[in-house]
């Protein structure tokens, strides 16, 4: 004998297939906010904020934090190493939902990060992605010290070993040397990642890299 279909439980999946879908569109199609010159711009007068001492806070009150509760819309992507001197929304002078933030050891862009970034690229608009490394890097530092050691030397170092490779020789300090070419090759390798290459060469997105100074606090836009 054939039951009969539970209408109350087709017409909840109808409604949760509707809502989701529509959420889904809407942030598919949700268009960019910030041009990617503005965004750099934006960026780079915040870091001299936090270089002179003279932050402004934006962005973290308590009517921005209830503001986000209907969703985000962040201006720039960045990259940054897990270091905890380097926190992105400091040393630009951000708040709450200004910018989308990935960090792990060494800013390397292993298949998860490049796909939280693609996220924030095709559903929240961002328009500019920067690589942010940093000098006397420790994740970098070991890999240039521990390259030449046999046996597994796990995914992190793994990833850096390209930069250790490809600046190995160069003049000056062999860590600072690799700090800068990793920083280039997670640029190239996240333009010509099959996720975000297409916007890249229709200029729709720009992928910058940069460098901060823990001294100075400054951050040195790499060509």
Request: hydrophobic letters at 45%; charged letters at 25%.
């Amino acid at each position: 004998m054939r039951r009969k279909p539970d209408l109350k439980l087709l017409l909840l999946t109808a409604i949760a297939f509707a809502i989701i879908s529509g959420t889904a569109l809407r942030a598919d199609e949700h268009p960019p906010g910030v041009s990617a010159s503005e965004s750099l711009r934006m960026l780079l007068e915040g870091n001299q904020r936090f270089i002179s001492g003279k932050m402004t806070h934006p962005d973290q009150t308590t009517a921005r934090r209830v503001e986000l509760v209907r969703g985000q819309h962040p201006f720039a992507a960045i990259l940054a190493c897990s270091d905890s001197r380097t926190a992105p929304e400091i040393l630009f002078d951000r708040g709450l939902g200004d910018i989308f933030v990935a960090r792990v050891a060494g800013n390397v862009a292993d298949q998860v990060v490049i796909e939280s970034l693609d996220y924030a690229v095709k559903h929240l608009g961002v328009r500019l992605m920067m690589i942010l490394g940093h000098r006397r890097c420790g994740a970098v530092t070991a890999a240039v010290i521990g390259h030449d050691e046999p046996g597994d030397v796990g995914p992190m170092l793994s990833e850096l070993r390209p930069a250790v490779e490809a600046s190995k020789g160069e003049p000056g300090d062999p860590v600072e040397n690799a700090i800068r070419e990793n920083v280039k090759l997670v640029v190239t390798k996240l333009a010509d990642s099959p996720e975000l290459s297409a916007m890249v060469k229709s200029r729709e997105l720009k992928v910058v890299g940069g460098i901060y100074d823990l001294d100075s606090g400054k951050i040195e836009m790499l060509p």
